[in-house]
């Protein structure tokens, strides 16, 4: 079993930064990627950021130029900064992971941490 546990959420003015951490645990063989994902009320999840195991990333086109994805695969953790905070990023965020455990690979996700940020 593995457990996702992400940190860092709260609330922000407009223009701030919030640095955003999902630490994985549990029988972990090997991670591929990484994302960040984000739904905010009324509307669907959606995805803000990855990164895959050999540290290529991919965003949102609203997140480029201001949040940055990194991992720490020594930790298994997945981390999301970000900048230039606007009110409509205003969202509870949900880390991903794909993780190799048993001979297979499985998707988990973490419980979600909310981002405020207010005008």
């Known amino acids: 079993q593995v457990r996702l546990v992400e940190s860092g959420g709260g609330l922000v003015q407009a223009g701030g930064s919030l640095k955003l951490s999902c630490a994985a645990s549990?029988?972990?063989?090997?991670?591929?990627?990484m994302g960040w994902h984000r739904q905010a009320p009324g509307k669907e999840r959606e995805l803000v950021a990855v990164?895959?195991?050999?540290?290529?990333?991919n965003y949102k086109d609203s997140a480029k130029g201001r949040f940055t994805i990194s991992r720490d695969n020594a930790k298994n953790t997945v981390y999301l900064q970000m900048n230039s905070l606007k009110p409509e990023d205003t969202a509870v965020y949900y880390c991903?992971?794909?993780?190799?455990?048993?001979?297979?690979?499985?998707?988990?996700w973490g419980q979600g941490t909310q981002v405020t940020v207010s005008s």
């Open positions: 990164i895959f195991s050999g540290g290529l990333t």
């Open positions: 991903n992971a794909v993780v190799g455990s048993s001979g297979s690979l499985k998707n988990y």
């Open positions: 549990g029988t972990i063989f090997g991670i591929n990627n």
